[in-house]
T-cell receptor, first 117, second 112 residues
Framework: GAVVSQHPSWVICKSGTSVKIECRSL??????MFWYRQFPKQSLMLMAT?????????EQGVEKDKFLINHASLTLSTLTVTSAHPEDSSFYIC?????????????FGSGTQLSVL | GENVEQHPSTLSVQEGDSAVIKCTYS??????FPWYKQELGKRPQLIID?????GEKKDQRIAVTLNKTAKHFSLHITETQPEDSAVYFC???????????FGAGTQVVVTP
Protein backbone atom coordinates (compact mmCIF):
# COMPACT_ATOMS: atom_id res chain seq x y z
CA GLY A 1 0.00 0.00 0.00
CA ALA A 2 0.84 3.66 -0.12
CA VAL A 3 3.40 5.05 2.31
CA VAL A 4 2.88 8.17 4.40
CA SER A 5 5.95 9.33 6.28
CA GLN A 6 5.72 11.58 9.32
CA HIS A 7 8.50 13.31 11.24
CA PRO A 8 9.48 13.65 13.96
CA SER A 9 8.21 10.57 15.77
CA TRP A 10 8.36 12.31 19.09
CA VAL A 11 9.26 15.73 20.34
CA ILE A 12 9.64 17.30 23.76
CA CYS A 13 9.51 21.07 23.96
CA LYS A 14 9.21 23.86 26.47
CA SER A 15 5.96 25.69 26.96
CA GLY A 16 5.69 28.67 24.63
CA THR A 17 7.79 27.26 21.81
CA SER A 18 6.57 26.18 18.37
CA VAL A 19 6.83 22.72 16.91
CA LYS A 20 6.62 21.73 13.26
CA ILE A 21 5.48 18.28 12.14
CA GLU A 22 5.98 17.07 8.58
CA CYS A 23 3.83 14.65 6.66
CA ARG A 24 4.99 13.29 3.32
CA SER A 25 3.41 10.99 0.80
CA LEU A 26 6.37 8.95 -0.44
CA UNK A 27 5.09 7.15 -3.51
CA UNK A 28 2.03 9.11 -4.52
CA UNK A 29 0.71 12.63 -4.78
CA UNK A 30 -1.81 13.77 -2.22
CA UNK A 31 -3.98 16.75 -3.06
CA UNK A 32 -5.67 16.40 0.29
CA MET A 33 -4.22 15.34 3.62
CA PHE A 34 -5.93 15.10 6.99
CA TRP A 35 -4.52 15.91 10.41
CA TYR A 36 -5.79 14.09 13.47
CA ARG A 37 -5.06 14.36 17.18
CA GLN A 38 -5.36 11.51 19.63
CA PHE A 39 -5.26 11.83 23.41
CA PRO A 40 -4.37 8.76 25.51
CA LYS A 41 -7.01 6.05 25.36
CA GLN A 42 -9.23 8.17 23.16
CA SER A 43 -10.26 8.14 19.55
CA LEU A 44 -8.76 10.01 16.62
CA MET A 45 -10.22 13.48 16.33
CA LEU A 46 -10.01 15.26 13.00
CA MET A 47 -8.36 18.65 13.35
CA ALA A 48 -8.21 19.91 9.79
CA THR A 49 -8.22 19.08 6.12
CA UNK A 50 -5.12 20.23 4.29
CA UNK A 51 -5.45 21.06 0.61
CA UNK A 52 -2.50 21.62 -1.70
CA UNK A 53 -2.25 25.21 -2.80
CA UNK A 54 -5.09 26.54 -0.68
CA UNK A 55 -6.01 27.25 2.92
CA UNK A 56 -6.71 24.38 5.26
CA UNK A 57 -10.21 23.74 6.51
CA UNK A 58 -10.41 23.42 10.28
CA GLU A 59 -12.91 21.44 12.32
CA GLN A 60 -15.11 23.24 14.78
CA GLY A 61 -13.24 24.11 17.96
CA VAL A 62 -9.74 23.86 16.43
CA GLU A 63 -7.84 27.16 16.51
CA LYS A 64 -6.41 27.86 13.08
CA ASP A 65 -3.93 30.42 14.43
CA LYS A 66 -2.57 27.90 16.89
CA PHE A 67 -2.35 24.94 14.53
CA LEU A 68 -0.87 26.29 11.31
CA ILE A 69 -1.12 24.02 8.30
CA ASN A 70 0.84 24.45 5.10
CA HIS A 71 0.34 22.15 2.11
CA ALA A 72 2.82 23.68 -0.32
CA SER A 73 3.34 20.66 -2.56
CA LEU A 74 1.52 17.51 -3.60
CA THR A 75 3.70 15.40 -1.33
CA LEU A 76 4.17 17.53 1.78
CA SER A 77 1.91 18.97 4.43
CA THR A 78 3.17 20.52 7.67
CA LEU A 79 1.45 21.19 10.96
CA THR A 80 2.97 23.80 13.24
CA VAL A 81 1.81 23.94 16.83
CA THR A 82 2.48 27.54 17.82
CA SER A 83 3.16 28.64 21.38
CA ALA A 84 2.67 25.11 22.62
CA HIS A 85 1.32 24.51 26.12
CA PRO A 86 1.06 21.34 28.21
CA GLU A 87 -2.56 20.83 27.15
CA ASP A 88 -1.33 20.50 23.54
CA SER A 89 0.58 17.36 24.50
CA SER A 90 -0.92 14.64 22.34
CA PHE A 91 -0.34 12.16 19.52
CA TYR A 92 -0.65 13.97 16.18
CA ILE A 93 -1.10 11.90 13.06
CA CYS A 94 -1.59 12.71 9.41
CA UNK A 95 -3.26 10.72 6.69
CA UNK A 96 -3.79 10.75 2.94
CA UNK A 97 -5.33 8.80 0.08
CA UNK A 98 -3.39 7.62 -2.94
CA UNK A 99 -6.49 7.86 -5.13
CA UNK A 100 -8.83 10.78 -5.86
CA UNK A 101 -12.09 9.05 -4.95
CA UNK A 102 -13.26 9.78 -1.41
CA UNK A 103 -14.31 6.18 -0.82
CA UNK A 104 -10.77 4.89 -1.13
CA UNK A 105 -8.37 3.75 1.58
CA UNK A 106 -6.85 6.33 3.89
CA UNK A 107 -3.23 5.71 4.87
CA PHE A 108 -1.76 7.06 8.10
CA GLY A 109 1.63 8.41 8.97
CA SER A 110 3.46 6.94 11.95
CA GLY A 111 2.37 9.75 14.23
CA THR A 112 4.18 12.33 16.35
CA GLN A 113 4.04 12.19 20.11
CA LEU A 114 4.29 15.76 21.38
CA SER A 115 5.13 16.43 25.02
CA VAL A 116 5.08 20.04 26.17
CA LEU A 117 6.80 20.70 29.49
CA GLY B 1 -23.73 16.83 13.95
CA GLU B 2 -22.69 13.64 12.25
CA ASN B 3 -21.15 11.04 14.52
CA VAL B 4 -20.16 7.40 14.71
CA GLU B 5 -21.01 5.34 17.77
CA GLN B 6 -19.09 2.20 18.61
CA HIS B 7 -19.82 -0.61 21.05
CA PRO B 8 -18.58 -2.20 23.19
CA SER B 9 -15.76 -0.08 24.59
CA THR B 10 -13.96 -3.17 25.87
CA LEU B 11 -14.25 -6.79 24.81
CA SER B 12 -12.57 -9.78 26.44
CA VAL B 13 -12.67 -13.09 24.60
CA GLN B 14 -11.09 -16.49 24.99
CA GLU B 15 -8.64 -17.51 22.31
CA GLY B 16 -10.54 -19.27 19.54
CA ASP B 17 -13.82 -17.51 20.21
CA SER B 18 -15.37 -14.86 18.00
CA ALA B 19 -15.43 -11.13 18.59
CA VAL B 20 -18.05 -8.72 17.28
CA ILE B 21 -17.87 -4.94 17.34
CA LYS B 22 -20.80 -2.81 16.24
CA CYS B 23 -21.00 0.74 14.94
CA THR B 24 -23.76 3.07 13.89
CA TYR B 25 -23.48 6.24 11.85
CA SER B 26 -25.78 9.17 11.30
CA UNK B 27 -24.79 10.67 7.94
CA UNK B 28 -26.85 9.00 5.22
CA UNK B 29 -24.32 10.25 2.65
CA UNK B 30 -21.50 8.15 4.16
CA UNK B 31 -20.29 5.70 1.54
CA UNK B 32 -17.10 4.16 2.89
CA PHE B 33 -16.62 2.32 6.15
CA PRO B 34 -13.12 1.19 7.14
CA TRP B 35 -11.97 -0.63 10.25
CA TYR B 36 -8.60 0.07 11.79
CA LYS B 37 -6.50 -1.81 14.32
CA GLN B 38 -4.21 0.27 16.51
CA GLU B 39 -1.55 -1.00 18.88
CA LEU B 40 -0.25 1.23 21.64
CA GLY B 41 1.80 4.12 20.27
CA LYS B 42 1.45 2.98 16.69
CA ARG B 43 -0.41 4.24 13.67
CA PRO B 44 -3.86 2.81 12.86
CA GLN B 45 -3.64 -0.07 10.40
CA LEU B 46 -6.48 -0.70 7.98
CA ILE B 47 -7.72 -4.26 8.41
CA ILE B 48 -10.83 -4.26 6.25
CA ASP B 49 -13.19 -1.82 4.60
CA UNK B 50 -16.55 -1.85 2.90
CA UNK B 51 -18.27 0.48 0.49
CA UNK B 52 -21.92 1.40 0.54
CA UNK B 53 -22.81 -0.71 -2.51
CA UNK B 54 -21.80 -3.92 -0.72
CA GLY B 55 -23.50 -5.65 2.20
CA GLU B 56 -20.74 -7.96 3.36
CA LYS B 57 -17.03 -8.51 2.86
CA LYS B 58 -14.72 -11.17 4.21
CA ASP B 59 -10.96 -11.51 4.43
CA GLN B 60 -9.82 -14.74 6.09
CA ARG B 61 -10.81 -14.47 9.78
CA ILE B 62 -12.21 -10.95 9.46
CA ALA B 63 -15.56 -9.94 8.04
CA VAL B 64 -17.56 -6.75 7.92
CA THR B 65 -21.29 -6.34 7.37
CA LEU B 66 -23.16 -3.19 6.42
CA ASN B 67 -26.85 -2.39 6.78
CA LYS B 68 -27.38 0.92 5.04
CA THR B 69 -31.04 1.12 5.92
CA ALA B 70 -30.34 0.86 9.62
CA LYS B 71 -27.00 2.69 9.33
CA HIS B 72 -25.21 -0.14 11.12
CA PHE B 73 -21.95 -1.86 10.33
CA SER B 74 -20.13 -4.54 12.25
CA LEU B 75 -16.72 -6.19 12.45
CA HIS B 76 -16.52 -9.93 13.04
CA ILE B 77 -13.29 -11.66 14.01
CA THR B 78 -13.40 -15.45 14.14
CA GLU B 79 -10.95 -17.85 15.76
CA THR B 80 -9.38 -15.04 17.75
CA GLN B 81 -5.69 -15.19 18.61
CA PRO B 82 -3.68 -13.31 21.26
CA GLU B 83 -2.15 -11.14 18.52
CA ASP B 84 -5.64 -9.83 17.76
CA SER B 85 -5.46 -7.93 21.05
CA ALA B 86 -5.49 -4.20 20.23
CA VAL B 87 -7.83 -1.23 19.96
CA TYR B 88 -10.18 -1.39 16.99
CA PHE B 89 -11.78 1.69 15.46
CA CYS B 90 -14.63 1.90 13.02
CA UNK B 91 -15.02 4.95 10.82
CA UNK B 92 -17.36 6.45 8.26
CA UNK B 93 -16.80 9.09 5.62
CA UNK B 94 -18.48 12.45 5.75
CA UNK B 95 -18.36 15.51 3.58
CA UNK B 96 -17.13 16.13 0.07
CA UNK B 97 -13.49 15.35 0.91
CA UNK B 98 -14.33 12.00 2.42
CA UNK B 99 -13.16 12.92 5.91
CA UNK B 100 -13.19 9.96 8.26
CA UNK B 101 -15.22 10.21 11.43
CA PHE B 102 -14.01 7.63 13.94
CA GLY B 103 -15.85 5.69 16.57
CA ALA B 104 -14.63 5.77 20.16
CA GLY B 105 -12.73 2.52 19.82
CA THR B 106 -12.97 -0.99 21.29
CA GLN B 107 -10.20 -2.46 23.42
CA VAL B 108 -10.09 -6.15 22.51
CA VAL B 109 -8.26 -8.52 24.82
CA VAL B 110 -7.80 -12.12 23.74
CA THR B 111 -6.78 -14.39 26.56
CA PRO B 112 -4.95 -17.67 25.87
Amino acid sequence: GAVVSQHPSWVICKSGTSVKIECRSLDFQATTMFWYRQFPKQSLMLMATSNEGSKATYEQGVEKDKFLINHASLTLSTLTVTSAHPEDSSFYICSARDAPAVNEKLFFGSGTQLSVL
Amino acid sequence: GENVEQHPSTLSVQEGDSAVIKCTYSDSASNYFPWYKQELGKRPQLIIDIRSNVGEKKDQRIAVTLNKTAKHFSLHITETQPEDSAVYFCAATRGSWGKLQFGAGTQVVVTP
